[in-house]
C-alpha cells in the first residue's frame, strides 16, 4: 500500500471526458471492493493516532471515485440518449418532409384536357353547376316529345314532378341561350345522372362536356363542326385509333351524329354532336332564319377510359388511392 497521497494524485489526474468501462470496472476493483485500497485504508485508520487527517483523505479519495463513476455513467447516458433523439429527430423530420403531393383524378385531368384545346379555338368556358334540373330545361326545351323513352322513370331520376336530376349536360344550351344574346361560342361540363344499371361500362353518374356555337357565320356549317371534333381526336390520340362519323338522332340537333372510336375490337361511341335544330333556336327566341349552331356533346369517363385504358369504369368512383395516384398532373 503506497501513500494515500499517491493514490489521490493518481485519482486526480484521470480526464472524466477519456475514461472508459474498462477504466471504471478498475476503479471499482482497486478502490471500492472489500479488498479494495479504501477498505484498506479504513481498516488501518483504527491503528493510528492522527485519524482526523486520514479520514478526511480517504473521504477524499472514495467520495472523487464514486464521483468518476457517476459521472461517467451520466455521461455514457447522455451519450446514449442523444443518439436516441438523434435518431428519433432524424427519421421524423424527414417522414415529415417527405409530403407526398396530391394528384388530380382522372376525369379532371381528362376534362381540362378537353377543356383546354377548345380555350385554344376561343371557346367560353362558363359553369352551371345546378344538377337538379326542371324537365322543362331537360327535356322541353330540347325538343323531347312528351313519349320520348329517356323521360320515362327507369331512365330519369325524378325528384319531384317536375324536376330532377339533370340527365344530360344540354340543357345548359337552353340556360344559357336563354340569358345571352347571340353570337355563342361556349364550353361547359358537368355531372348527370341516369338511372341505370352499374356494370363494367356504365354507371348512374358520369360527367359530360358540351359545347354550343351559335352565329350567323356562313362558315358555321357541318364540315366546320367536323373539322372541331377531327381537332379535338387528333389532339388528344393523335392518329393511334381509328374513328368514324356516324349518322344518329337527338331530337335537338338535326342532322345529328355520333363518334366512335375503334378501341379494343370494338366501336365505342364517346362523342354526340349536330347542327342545332331550328325548334331550339325558336324555343329561345332566336331568329332562327339568321342564325345557325352546332352542338357537342362528349362523355369524360369514356374518353378517359381510352385514353388510359382503364377496363371498368367503376374504377373512377371507388377512391382508390392507389389507383388514383397513378395519375400525373401532365397537361
Ligand atoms: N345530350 C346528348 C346525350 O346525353 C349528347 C349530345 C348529342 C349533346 C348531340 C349535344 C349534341 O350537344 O349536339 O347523349
Redesign the pocket.
Known amino acids: 500500500m503506497k501513500n494515500i497521497n499517491k493514490y489521490i494524485l493518481n485519482i486526480n489526474k484521470i480526464n472524466l471526458k477519456e475514461i472508459k468501462k474498462k477504466d471504471i470496472l478498475k476503479l471499482k476493483k482497486k478502490y471500492l471492493n472489500k479488498n479494495g485500497i479504501i477498505n484498506l485504508y479504513l481498516k488501518k485508520i483504527k491503528f493510528i493516532k492522527n485519524k482526523k487527517e486520514l479520514g478526511k483523505k480517504i473521504n477524499y479519495l472514495k467520495s472523487k471515485i464514486l464521483y468518476l463513476i457517476k459521472n461517467y455513467k451520466s455521461i455514457l447516458k447522455n451519450k446514449e440518449s442523444s443518439k436516441i433523439k438523434y435518431k428519433i429527430n432524424y427519421d421524423f423530420f424527414f417522414k415529415k418532409k417527405k409530403k407526398t403531393l396530391g394528384s388530380l383524378h382522372p376525369i379532371s385531368l381528362i376534362k381540362q384536357k378537353i377543356i383546354n384545346i377548345f380555350k385554344k379555338l376561343n371557346f367560353n368556358l362558363i359553369f352551371y353547376k345546378r344538377e337538379i334540373e326542371d324537365d322543362y330545361h331537360n327535356f322541353d326545351y330540347l325538343n323531347f316529345s312528351k313519349y320520348h323513352p329517356s323521360r320515362q322513370m327507369q331512365d330519369t331520376y325524378y325528384i319531384n314532378k317536375k324536376d330532377l336530376l339533370r340527365t344530360?349536360t344540354?340543357s345548359i344550351q337552353i340556360r344559357y341561350m336563354k340569358t345571352h344574346k347571340p353570337p355563342i361560342r361556349i364550353i361547359t361540363f358537368g355531372k348527370v345522372y341516369r338511372n341505370e344499371t352499374i356494370s363494367k361500362s356504365s354507371y348512374n353518374m358520369f360527367h359530360?362536356i358540351?359545347i354550343l356555337y351559335v352565329d350567323k357565320d356562313e362558315f358555321l356549317s357541318i364540315i366546320y363542326l367536323k373539322n372541331l371534333i377531327n381537332y379535338l381526336i387528333i389532339n388528344l390520340f393523335g392518329s393511334k385509333y381509328k374513328y368514324r362519323y356516324r349518322i344518329s338522332y337527338?331530337p335537338?340537333?338535326k342532322p345529328?351524329f355520333e363518334l366512335d372510336i375503334y378501341y379494343n375490337f370494338k366501336w365505342v361511341e364517346i362523342i354526340?354532336?349536330?347542327m342545332v335544330h331550328y325548334k331550339i333556336l325558336k324555343n329561345v327566341n332566336y331568329n332562327y332564319l339568321k342564325y345557325k349552331g352546332l352542338?357537342?356533346?362528349i362523355g369524360v369517363e369514356r374518353i378517359a377510359m381510352i385514353y388510359y385504358n382503364i377496363k371498368d369504369i367503376r374504377e373512377f368512383f371507388k377512391n382508390d388511392i392507389r389507383f388514383l395516384k397513378q395519375f400525373k398532373y401532365e397537361l
Request: glycine share 22%.
Open positions: 344530360h344540354s359530360q358540351e337527338f335537338f340537333t345529328s354526340g354532336c349536330g352542338a357537342i356533346g
